[in-house]
């Protein structure tokens, strides 16, 4: 399997995001579309079959970016490793005293209920945005 496939697998593998709606652009959709605009499948073989081209890079040149081509597809997959395994949650733990802040415990709780409200297309009450009341929802 190559380079290009596997990341593309680890891509399709990661789950959408709850704070985009479904249908619009993911993380997942970035990923395939660095890979097609700058590792194309079908390069290899149009190169080769087309000859030498003027804009083709040649000698040390080409054996350079290839280089850094592989090093790049190293990164991506690393990177998407590290994602996919949830590896900076488990390095940096969050502590009960960062998720709930002294000044307003209830900040990431109402953020989170906002995300579902608006994932079914519901809204704050007006007064409520308008005299900017705080509470639990």
């Known amino acids: 399997m190559s ?17 985009r709606q479904a249908g619009t652009l993911q993380l997942t959709d970035a990923i395939e579309s660095i890979l097609s605009r700058h590792f194309p499948e ?27 081509a592989r090093d790049a597809m190293d990164g991506m997959l690393r990177s998407l490793q590290r994602i996919q395994s949830n590896a900076a949650s488990k390095r940096y733990p969050l502590s009960e005293r960062t998720l709930t802040p002294a000044h307003d415990p209830n900040t990431y709780l109402r953020i989170l209920n906002g995300v579902r409200q608006s994932a079914k297309g519901q809204g704050r009450a007006w007064w409520k945005r308008f005299f900017q009341v705080r509470g639990k929802d």
Do not use: F
């Open 3 to 19: 380079q290009i496939s596997r990341i593309r697998t680890l891509a399709r593998s990661l789950p959408p995001s709850p704070l």
């Open 42 to 68: 079908s390069s290899a073989s149009a190169t080769s079959s087309a000859g030498p081209s003027k804009s083709a890079p040649t000698g040390s040149r080409q054996a350079i970016s290839e280089s850094r």
